[in-house]
């Protein structure tokens, strides 16, 4: 990917943790348990998961630079949202870890060279898996779960309106 179009995708992965927060405090304390169906995230859990992915990510970003063609580990992000008991866990600490990886990630991203952007190594449930795919990826990850919580929000609404 050519440097010029780079730069907006860092530039949106800087600005999601203030996004995600920023629809967080859209929700009404009665609607951040609140889950669409039993199949869906409650609000609560889409912060936690982003906590967890956030570190994810960063562990990822670094061996694709620092490795020489690494192994990237999938994870089952529903099993960890009932094994690690995504409820229970409190939202204060999350939001500090999305925070502080993201910028620390930030700062590392925006000094990487050529070199650093064109490290490529396997990630195990989608295969090639380049620097970009990553950027791709994390770019919009904290703004698509914003969007979500936006949603349940207005699900949360409709509902408590019957």
């Known amino acids: 990917m050519p440097t010029t179009d780079r730069q907006p995708l860092i530039d949106r992965y800087t600005a999601g943790p203030a996004e995600l927060k920023a629809a ?9 348990q609140w889950k669409p169906s039993a199949s869906d995230w409650s609000i609560h859990e889409i912060i936690i998961h982003c906590a967890d992915s956030e570190t994810h990510a960063g562990i990822r970003i670094r061996l694709l630079a ?22 229970d866990r409190p939202l204060d ?37 380049s620097a970009d795919d990553w950027l791709d990826t994390y770019a919009v990850h904290l703004h698509d779960h914003a969007d979500q919580i936006r949603n349940n929000v207005e699900r949360w609404k409709t509902a408590r309106a019957r």
């Open 93 to 129: 600490p999350a939001f500090a870890l999305i925070e502080s990886v993201r910028a620390s990630t930030a700062n590392l991203i925006a000094s990487f060279d050529a070199a650093a952007w064109s490290s490529a190594g396997t990630h195990t449930g989608s295969g090639k898996y």
């Open 66 to 87: 620092a490795g020489a063609t690494p192994v990237i580990i999938g994870y089952d992000q529903e099993h960890w949202a009932r094994a690690l008991h995504y409820h």
């Open 24 to 32: 967080f405090e859209t929700a009404p304390i009665e609607a951040r």
